[in-house]
């Protein structure tokens, strides 16, 4: 049995999730970004209940709907490819979106439009300039290896973009002091 999580975007939100479900006495779930699969002896609905109860109070919501679903899909997999992946980045998000969910790429397209009030190429986008907000916080990696780590095809063009998000330069950002980072589950 699965139970799909919206609002699940990070390592800590794996361990409330499973600290949530060892209370109940849920163990050797597997717990991972946007879902948890339970062990086919513990599905127990009174038990899987209490641990929606639970996740809810904790700020996270239970995913019904087979199309919130997929888009909590998509969104979990840029996540992770953007936030949470070592190598370069993609370009080519539309086939790995519908590689890894298996529709169509336009019908994903347009369903998360509608359903987000943004398209997924601008979900992408605030997702990668974050990623950027991040590297360039920490100051360890000039604009051109940002660039490149992020797959854009140059520090001008990641300097366009960043300007058009944000409002400011990414050398202009790295002299705030206050970064105005937002957490990554709060975008």
Known sequence: MHLY???MVCQRCIQAVKAEAEKLGIH????SLGQIQFPEFQTDARIVDTLKSALCNLGFEIIDNKKSRLIEQVKTLVIEKIHHHDGEITNNWSELIAAEVHYEYNYISNLFSSMEGITLEQFIIRQKIEKVKELLFYDEL????IAYRMGYSSA???TNQFKKITGMTP???RKLLDKNRKPIDNL
């Open 5 to 7: 999580i919206k609002n």
């Open 28 to 31: 050797n779930a597997d717990i």
């Open 142 to 145: 000039t604009l051109s290896e």
């Open 156 to 158: 001008a063009y990641i």
């Open 171 to 173: 050398g202009q950002f």
